[in-house]
């Protein structure tokens, strides 16, 4: 009899085991240890956290052959870093020269930051593609960074807490083609010295010719149809920006306001405001931010 019991007390739990297993769990899951005695869904996330952010520019042009290569690697690495990595292209150089007469090759997108730049750190001498990470020198005067080198750099800076804080609002008036952008930024660490800040406009899925010699990324010798992203467009405040503040104080506010008028071949949903604080003898980035200039 006490045999007959105890095989009728397994059948039980296991017939309880089976159809506690078939149990449909509707999302979301959570997993815990016992030990936790709030669970983790009941816990408010902490919207006070900085996040890191880094600014990968990258020095490109439509008659290079190898930047559509740097343009898809760009691209691969958002992927991996999601909104902690912001790019932006810069077409600048020998190789944004445009071709005159060309079908494919006349468009200039070259800016006046855009040339400012490429002069400053040198990147038209080195040749495109190159790229630069959050402006930070990999030596004494060389911010230049090799794109199979792009990857470690970022992971680099993103090690690093963030010392400052930035939001961006946009306000665009479709009538007069007007964006109004307010900028704040808010250092949390006690830092010495003179912090600029830098306002520009980006726009995506411009539609151009490209050279291309890796039948990977594209047609050869020449993608006809090549979709450009993150191309920088201009600057709303100079091509260095301006002075923010000297020896910030800690968790005070810092605002600025920039307007600007929108060319006739920027479309206003595909642009973006990146701004960005940094250190104005240096050049290094402290922080950066993106907004769409239409939020959906």
């Known amino acids: 009899m006490k045999t007959i019991i105890i095989q009728v007390l397994i059948s039980t739990f296991v017939l309880a085991m089976i159809f ?3 149990e449909k769990i509707e999302a979301p899951y959570f997993v815990y240890e016992e030990k936790d005695t709030i669970p983790p869904d009941t816990i408010p996330p902490d919207t006070t956290k900085l996040i890191k952010k880094v600014l990968l520019e990258d020095y490109t042009g439509h008659t290079c052959v190898n930047c559509a290569e740097a343009g898809f690697i760009a691209h691969d690495l958002q992927e991996i870093y999601g909104e902690q990595l912001i ?3 810069v077409h600048a150089g020998f190789f944004a020269l445009p071709r005159p007469g060309d079908p494919y090759l006349s468009d200039d997108f070259r800016c006046d930051a855009g ?3 490429n002069n400053y750190f040198g ?3 080195a040749g495109n593609p190159n790229g630069i990470v959050n402006r930070v020198p990999s030596s004494p005067g060389n911010y230049i960074v090799a794109v199979d080198k792009w990857d470690g750099a970022i992971h680099d800076e ?7 804080g930035m939001t961006i609002e946009n306000d665009f008036k479709a009538g007069s083609k007007i964006l109004t952008t307010v900028v704040t930024t808010k250092f949390v660490e006690e830092l010495e010295g003179t912090f600029s800040l830098l306002v520009c406009i980006t726009q995506d899925s411009i539609i151009s010719g490209q050279m291309n010699n890796d039948p990977n990324v594209g047609d050869t010798p020449l993608i006809e149809e090549y979709v450009f ?5 201009g600057s709303m405040n100079g091509d260095w920006g301006e002075v923010l503040i000297e020896n910030p104080v800690v968790d005070q506010e810092y605002e600025k306001t920039y307007s600007i008028t929108f060319e006739d071949d920027w479309v206003p949903k595909n642009c973006h405001v990146v701004a960005f604080v940094f250190d ?7 922080q950066v931010e993106e907004l769409a200039v239409l939020e959906e």
């Open 158 to 164: 993103l090690e690093k807490e963030p010392v400052a």
């Open 123 to 125: 990147v038209g001498s």
């Open 87 to 89: 790019v932006m292209a």
């Open 229 to 233: 992203m993150h191309m920088l467009e």
């Open 280 to 286: 104005e003898d240096l050049k290094t980035i402290l």
């Open 20 to 22: 506690s297993s078939c």
């Open 115 to 117: 040339n400012a730049w």
